[in-house]
Structure formats: structure tokens, C-alpha cells
């Protein structure tokens, strides 16, 4: 590892496990201060030791991203414990699949609710504290995860694939309204080996679908870690409003 985030310090929501556990890690290892938030995962305390391990501070943090007062309250503890914020993931999620029919108002908006107001609210909250740092910071950094789905649509998953293809237009957006302090990009993962999605736990159909791009198979979290510290490094100074496909060719832009 090269050091290249030393100094900086992280948000990365949904941290605890999976693609998020994984960015954590990436970004400790280049030698960032980190927070995680999660929503009562009970691997959150492994994935802290993992952090501390690295020699970097690091907190844990329990925050329902959907909740603004659970936002809000996570933030004001970030900025006590480490003081400011120049990067932050908003990568908390998750999947509900069902077919049409059978999806309830309610279904929708929970997903809705933690994918795309979780994303909203994180990135609010992450640029009031980005821009209240000193002028001379380097661009704060928010970083989205969208899906591949958001590009391709996936039946039975209307409502998850209508959050991430909103997660896109909102960091489009967001780009635009906080240049150039503040740089803004997602990234959109094909399938990657995590609680949400293993082939262990898919149908031999859901399982062919996302088998059938040009790498033929899942992701491991560090292969879109890694994308992930390229974002937040000074390597992609010029960067801004883009949406990154790590999804071995899934969906091409
Ligand atoms: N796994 C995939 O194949 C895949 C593909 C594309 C995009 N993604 C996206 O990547 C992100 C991470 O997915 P993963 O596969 O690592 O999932 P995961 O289920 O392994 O981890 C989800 C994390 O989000 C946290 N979380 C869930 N709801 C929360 C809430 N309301 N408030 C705070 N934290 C909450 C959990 O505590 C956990 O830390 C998600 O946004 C997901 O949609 C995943």
C-alpha cells in the first residue's frame, strides 16, 4: 500500500460487511482515519478490530442512513471523534426481490428509503462538513454505489434497480451543485460475493443472468475497493459527475 489517503479521513456507510467492509479496509490500508455506520450488524465489532489493525482511527458506528435524525446525530459524532471528513462512501443498501405484483407500496419505499434517501442524506451531511473545512483542503470526496442493474433492469427487482438509477442522477447533480470543492462519483458494481448476492443463495436462472457478462463471474468487495480508492485519491483530481462500472462488463458506458 502507498499511503495515498494519509491524512484524510472516511465515511463509509454500511460499512460493517461486504463491499463496504471492504472500501473500509482499502481506505485504512492507504493510511485514512475511518468511521463505519451499519445498522446493528453484530460483525461490525470484527470489522473495527480489522481497522485498528492497519494503525488507523477508527470508529463504528450503529445509524439507520434512512432515519435524518440518525444522519445527522452520526455526523455530529464523526466530527467530535475525528474532527473533519474528506471522504465519504455512501454505500449502505438493500435488496428486496419480488415480482411486480407483489410489491407493496411499502416494500418500494423501504428500499427506496435506505438506498436512495440514505444516499441523499449521507451526501447532504458530508458536504456541510467537506465545506466547512479550511479552503486549502484538498476536494472533499463523496463517493455512491449504484448497481449495474440501474443500467440493465433486472425483473423481479423494480424497486432496487429504480433506487440505484436514482442514486446516478442524484450524484449527477450533486457533482454539478459542489464543484469544484467537492467531487462526486458513483460507482455501479456488477455481482460481488456478499451477503446480498452469493450463488450459493441464488436460482441456477438469477445465478445464469448474472454469470453471463464477458468475465463470467462474481466480484470479490477488494475489486471494487479498489475503484473506490482511486476515487478518493489524488489520482482522480479531474474527475467528477461519473458513474463507474465494476462489473466485469455487465453494462458498458
Ligand atoms: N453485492 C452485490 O452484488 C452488489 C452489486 C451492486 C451494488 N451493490 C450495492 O453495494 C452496497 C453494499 O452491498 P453489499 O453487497 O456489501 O451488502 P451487505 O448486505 O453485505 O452489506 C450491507 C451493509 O449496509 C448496512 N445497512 C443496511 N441497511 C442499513 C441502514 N438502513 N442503515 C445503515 N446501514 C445499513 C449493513 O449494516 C451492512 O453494513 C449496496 O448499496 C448494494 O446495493 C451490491
Do not use: W
Not at 465489532?45 to 435524525?69: F, I, N, Y
Not at 449495474?148 to 457533482?175: H, P, Q
Not at 467537492?182 to 443472468?209: F, H
Request: charged content about 20%; overall charge negative.
Amino acid at each position: 500500500m502507498s499511503g495515498s489517503l494519509a491524512g484524510r479521513t472516511a465515511l463509509v456507510t454500511g460499512g460493517s460487511r461486504g463491499i463496504g467492509r471492504a472500501i473500509a479496509l482499502a481506505f485504512a490500508r492507504e493510511g485514512a482515519d475511518v468511521a463505519i455506520c451499519h445498522n446493528g450488524d453484530p460483525r461490525a465489532g470484527d470489522t473495527l478490530s480489522e481497522l485498528r489493525q492497519t494503525g488507523a482511527k477508527a470508529l463504528a458506528l450503529e445509524a439507520d442512513v434512512s432515519t435524518e435524525t440518525d444522519v445527522v446525530a452520526l455526523f455530529a459524532k464523526i466530527a467530535k471523534n475525528l474532527g473533519t471528513l474528506d471522504i465519504a462512501v455512501a454505500n449502505a443498501g438493500i435488496l428486496r426481490e419480488a415480482p411486480l405484483l407483489e410489491t407493496s407500496a411499502a416494500d418500494f419505499d423501504a428500499v427506496i428509503s435506505v438506498n436512495l434517501r440514505g444516499a441523499f442524506l449521507t451526501a447532504r451531511e458530508a458536504a456541510r462538513m467537506m465545506l466547512a473545512r479550511p479552503v486549502t483542503a484538498p476536494a472533499g470526496r463523496i463517493i455512491t454505489i449504484s448497481s449495474d442493474l440501474a443500467f440493465l433492469g433486472r425483473e423481479e427487482m423494480s424497486a432496487y434497480c429504480a433506487s440505484k438509477g436514482g442514486i446516478v442522477s442524484l450524484t449527477r447533480s450533486l457533482a454539478r451543485e459542489l464543484a469544484p470543492k467537492i467531487l462526486v462519483n458513483a460507482i455501479a458494481p456488477g455481482p460481488v460475493e456478499t451477503d446480498m448476492t452469493s450463488p450459493q443463495s441464488m436460482s441456477p436462472e438469477a445465478l445464469a443472468k448474472d454469470l453471463a457478462t464477458p468475465l463470467a463471474r462474481f466480484a470479490e468487495p477488494s475489486e471494487i475497493a479498489a475503484l473506490a480508492v482511486f476515487l478518493a485519491g489524488d489520482g482522480a483530481s479531474f474527475v467528477t459527475g461519473q458513474c463507474y462500472g465494476a462489473n466485469g462488463g455487465s453494462a458498458m458506458y
